[in-house]
């Protein structure tokens, strides 16, 4: 029984390492490159739009800028009642008004400063919006270390509202 189990053991590992001398001559098709798939993304641009007058002033100064945004809604209700009597020698005739208005406001406000350099003769700070768009690409690296382009595009994103940016001037 012995016997039998170390022939076992001798035989599981010559198999073992059949597999791994196997591995290893395939292994060397990919050294040094990486198998995975994984994205590029190259040229990425930002785009910017002034929602407001920028500030501006020389180095070594302080600019702010606040954008705020509201909204009210103003519902107002009025209503009369009239009667009226009348006899035959004397008649009354009486109004009651009623009015009342409801108001319902909301506002928000984005803000933010920044320091102009003092070794910069002027700069500006903006507000507004601003998206990125770039070039991307999906691929993999082939067994030669090429990389393989699978598929790709542009990509424009949505603008993004409040964006605070600064300038050389």
């Not at 001798?10 to 994984?38: E, F, H, K, Q």
């Amino acid at each position: 029984m012995r016997r039998l189990a170390s022939r076992f053991i001798v035989l599981s590992l010559l198999a073992s390492s059949a597999v791994a001398a196997s591995a290893a001559v395939s292994a060397p098709a990919l050294a040094g490159c990486a198998p995975d798939a994984a994205y590029s993304v190259t040229n990425a641009v930002y785009n910017h739009k002034d929602m407001v007058s920028y500030s501006s002033a020389p180095g070594g100064h302080t600019l702010s800028i606040t954008i705020t945004a509201g909204l009210s809604v103003t519902a107002t209700f009025s209503g009369a009642l009239q009667t009226e009597e009348s006899i035959i020698i004397a008649s009354a005739k009486e109004t009651w008004g009623l009015s009342f208005a409801l108001t319902l406001s909301a506002s928000i406000a984005y803000s933010d400063s920044w320091t102009v350099p003092s070794t910069w003769a002027h700069g500006q700070l903006h507000a507004g919006a601003d998206r990125k768009s770039f070039h991307w690409s999906y691929g993999h690296f082939a067994p030669t270390c090429s990389w393989v382009v699978v598929r790709s595009g542009t990509s424009i994103a949505p603008y993004h509202v409040p964006a605070f940016w600064s300038v050389k001037a």
